[in-house]
């Protein structure tokens, strides 16, 4: 029984009581149904007080009028019956400790060992298209490190929601239009021609190594009409700048189903419907030869103007038609993942929505903090190759993929984070993910020293007596911890997608990692020297085998790699 398992038990057992007329309350009640569909229960600190908890007795007696304790026994009653349920016990002011059969809360074991690597998956968002945004830097230089602490969130959150029955597309919005593509190809047409980068320019090593390949294809380039030769510079250098972005993205493991060009937006006329529909509907008005869109009705600190008084449009012209692409391509929610400077996005997107009618609900932005680089207890300020900024290939090359991704995934994107390096390069258990990593390394090493002794569990379930699980021998207390850490992935796979927070799962698989070497340094899996190998031994390696799975699924969404040797 795992804890969604024992949440529907305790649901059920509530329903019962309700009709069987032991408590007043109506089920059909709104408040009834948000308690239903709430119902808590956690693991206490004392293994004293049972395996779980759950105060859903006190959450009860305002809407019933009954004291706590008094629910509580109504329900410890309808729970005692339940099958896997051994013991239920009140406590304090109505708390319920419930403590389950040891073969009921081992029977997880032998179904993450049958399930595999879909175990934790769940169908919250099934039937629901996603579309997922992210990193969508500017095609004017490499990926710096805060695009790339969305590159790894991004993709690990794409992977859990994909994990919970979304139908996920991860677009990166291609800023191929605009006033920075004009100064990168101007900064490149510097280059070819041996001056000084424009004063609102790029710099770095990338804008020369770029400007001489150019030049390798078109090597009159430097010679043309100013006009001529930039427009060449332009076209040139952003798909070799692109080129790039793509292959360190693709070794950092982030990969997009759709690269969405924002010059398809204005060439294809979608900017001009989307300002023309607003301007019918009322939603857009004319001040000082602009026009603005009233977007402070749905919110927004202030209006907005979409096209400014030249007649051109302003960036939130493309924003407006990007948003009804996506809708008409058939998305139902549609996810922004913007940088620190982006919070007015917010309202911003949401005021979009709502004024074409929209339910403004079907965007959320998410907004990252900035990423620091720490060495010898000293901030790292800039790349030679990258100019001003640390980039995503810098940290790759200081850090490797595995840990560069876990250290960006590790934490809150709503807080500022300061990665130091040299704990991240160390070889050691406080390094999160060498600590994570070695734990599933030691696993399958003792899952080889199990086969060289010829001890083997019963994965295919044919029956053979010598490997089959009896979850009943798995009694110790670190066997019950580490049980139930397993037990409790589904729910914080399922939490990291609700709340939108990978972080949730790194966290998780240090507990695991945790509770493993724990119960490994109290309990003797295999057998010493000559001493036969028996129930114990198998049923022990079942639940070695369910840890070491769960710590490679956990792994798996945060695209993380689980090495078999360290």
């Known amino acids: ?25 109506d089920l059909s009640a709104d408040a009834t149904t948000a308690l239903l569909a709430e119902i808590p229960v956690d693991r206490p600190r004392s293994r004293e007080h ?25 329900l410890q009653r309808h729970l005692a019956a339940v099958p896997g349920i051994a013991a239920v016990d009140i406590a304090g002011p109505g708390f319920l400790n419930i403590t389950l059969d040891v073969a009921a809360a081992a029977s ?11 175990y934790g998956n769940g169908a919250a968002l099934a039937g629901r298209r996603i579309n997922l945004e992210f990193v969508s830097a500017n095609p004017t230089g490499p990926v710096h490190i805060g695009g ?22 991860r677009e990166y919005y ?21 001056q000084p980068a424009p004063e609102d320019g790029y710099g770095g090593d990338y804008i020369a190594d770029i400007a001489g390949r150019i030049l390798q294809d078109h090597p009159d380039a430097a010679e043309l009409p100013d006009t001529e030769a930039t427009e060449l510079f332009r076209r040139e250098g952003v798909g070799l700048m692109f080129a790039e972005i793509k292959k360190t993205l693709h070794h950092f493991r982030t990969d997009f189903d759709v690269y969405f060009h924002e010059d398809s937006l204005h060439s294809s006329g979608a900017v001009e419907a989307a300002t023309t529909r607003l301007k019918e509907s009322g939603h857009l008005y004319a001040k000082d030869d602009a026009w603005w869109l009233r977007s402070t009705e749905y919110g927004d600190d202030k209006d907005r103007v979409v096209l400014k008084s030249d007649g051109n449009p302003a960036y939130i012209a493309g924003d407006l038609a990007y948003f009804l692409d996506k809708r008409s391509r058939g998305f139902d929610l549609c996810i922004y993942m913007l940088g620190a400077d982006h919070h007015g996005y917010i309202s911003r997107l949401k005021a979009a929505a709502a004024a074409f009618g929209d339910d403004p609900s079907v965007v959320e932005v998410l907004i990252g903090q900035m990423v620091n680089l720490v060495r010898d207890g000293q901030p790292m300020r800039m790349s030679k190759r990258a100019g001003t900024v640390i980039s995503l290939d810098d940290l790759i090359d200081a850090l490797g993929v595995d ?16 990665l130091d390096l040299d704990l991240w390069t160390r ?8 600590y994570v990593q070695y734990a599933h390394a030691r696993l399958a090493s003792l899952a080889r020293n199990a086969a060289e002794l010829g001890i083997e569990i019963d994965v295919l379930g044919t029956g053979s007596g010598a490997g089959a699980f009896d979850p009943t021998v798995l009694d110790t207390p670190r066997e019950s911890e580490l049980i139930a850490l397993l037990a409790a992935y589904p729910g914080v796979l399922a939490t990291a997608a609700e709340l939108r927070e990978p972080h949730r799962v790194a ?17 003797r899996v295999l057998p010493m020297g000559d001493e036969p190998w028996g129930p114990s031994h198998v049923a022990r390696l079942w639940l070695c085998a369910a840890t070491r799975q769960v710590l490679a699924n956990g792994l798996g969404v945060l695209g993380v790699s689980a090495p078999e040797r360290m």
């Not at 908890?53 to 009860?60: E, I, M, R, W």
């Not at 966290?507 to 309990?523: I, N, Q």
């Open 1 to 25: 029984m795992n804890p969604e398992q024992l949440v529907a038990a305790v649901r059920s057992a509530l329903v019962a009581a309700v009709e069987a007329d032991e408590f007043p309350l």
């Open 50 to 74: 049972g395996d779980y908890a759950t105060p859903v007795a006190l959450k009860l007696a305002k809407p019933t009028r009954r004291s706590p304790r008094d629910i509580a026994a109504v």
């Open 108 to 118: 997880v074991v032998e179904q993450i060992v049958r399930v595999g690597g879909e």
């Open 148 to 169: 790339a602490r969305w590159a790894a969130v991004g993709d690990a959150l794409g992977r859990i929601l994909s994990a919970q029955g979304g139908e996920v597309v």
């Open 174 to 194: 291609f800023n191929d239009a605009g006033a920075q593509i004009d100064r990168f190809a101007r900064s490149l047409l510097a280059a070819a021609r041996h």
């Open 403 to 418: 840990a560069a991704r876990y250290a960006l995934i590790r934490y809150s994107v709503d807080t500022t984070l300061d």
């Open 427 to 434: 070889q050691t258990s406080d390094n999160p993910v060498f």
């Open 507 to 523: 966290r998780y698989l240090e507990d695991l990692a945790s509770g493993y070497h724990k119960f490994y340094d109290a309990v």
